[in-house]
C-alpha cells in the first residue's frame, strides 16, 4: 500500500545541479529512516545518503560535501541536493523508505545522468 515516488532526475552537465524529491504515500505507521541509493550499470546498488526520523544523517564518502539530505517528517518526504555533479554520480537513483515495523520500501528509480 505504501508508494514511493522519486522526481527531479535528468541529464546535466558536469559541476551543475540537481534536486531529487520523493513523496511517500500510502498507511505508514512510522518511519525509522528515508535514503537514497543509487546504481549504476554493472555495480552493486550503493547507499548515497540516508537520514533518520530524527534527523541524523549519514553520507557515502563520494558524495560529502556535494549532497546534503533532507526530510520532512510530517509530509514523509525526503529531498537529495546534489551539487558539483560529477560523471561517476551517473547512475539510478533510488528512493527508501524503511518503517520501525521491519517493513522496507522502494521507488521506481529516476535516471541522473551527467556528462560533457
Known amino acids: 500500500q505504501v508508494q514511493l515516488v522519486e522526481s527531479g532526475g535528468g541529464s546535466v552537465q558536469p559541476g551543475e545541479s540537481l534536486k531529487l524529491s520523493c513523496a511517500a504515500s500510502?498507511?505508514?505507521?512510522?518511519?525509522?529512516?528515508m535514503a537514497w541509493y543509487r546504481q549504476a550499470p554493472g555495480k552493486q546498488r550503493e547507499l548515497v545518503a540516508i537520514i533518520s526520523v530524527g534527523g541524523s544523517t549519514t553520507y557515502a564518502g563520494s558524495v560529502k560535501g556535494r549532497f546534503t539530505i533532507s526530510r520532512d517528517n510530517a509530509k514523509n518526504t525526503v529531498d537529495l541536493q546534489m551539487n558539483s555533479l560529477k560523471p561517476e554520480d551517473t547512475a539510478v537513483y533510488y528512493c527508501?523508505?524503511?518503517?520501525?515495523?521491519?517493513?522496507?520500501?522502494w521507488g521506481q528509480g529516476t535516471q541522473v545522468t551527467v556528462s560533457s
Open positions: 500510502g498507511s505508514i505507521f512510522s518511519v525509522r529512516a
Open positions: 527508501y523508505l524503511g518503517s520501525n515495523r521491519s517493513q522496507n520500501y
